[in-house]
């Protein structure tokens, strides 16, 4: 079983940054999927960043220019980089690995954006 920890979220004000990080009990060189997903009340949840085995990235419309998703597989760590964070960022984020036909999910972390 893979155990997933997020980290990093918090109360911003609109504009601001925030890095999320989620550590993996497990060795993340070679995963098929990395991602990150958020839900916001009342909202499914969606994808909003994710990075193949390739190091290949997806990015949701919404935060295309903004976040950017990364890696330290020394760390077994994946990153998420908020910038100009908006009132509509606010959400719940949850880190996901995807790994052999199974996927895994951490426990989530909360990001509000209000001023």
């Known amino acids: 079983q893979v155990q997933l920890v997020e980290s990093g979220g918090g109360l911003v004000q609109p504009g601001g940054s925030l890095r999320l990080s989620c550590a993996a009990s497990?060795?993340?060189?070679?995963?098929?999927?990395l991602g990150w997903y958020r839900q916001a009340p009342g909202k499914e949840r969606e994808l909003v960043a994710a990075m193949a085995r390739d190091g290949s990235t997806n990015y949701s419309d919404s935060v295309k220019g903004r976040f950017t998703i990364s890696r330290d597989n020394a760390k077994s760590t994946v990153y998420l980089q908020m910038n100009n964070l908006k009132p509509e960022d606010t959400a719940v984020y949850y880190c996901?690995?995807?790994?052999?036909?199974?996927?895994?999910w951490g426990q989530g972390t909360q990001v509000t954006v209000s001023s």
């Open positions: 996901n690995l995807y790994n052999n036909y199974q996927y895994f």
């Open positions: 497990t060795t993340i060189f070679g995963i098929n999927s």
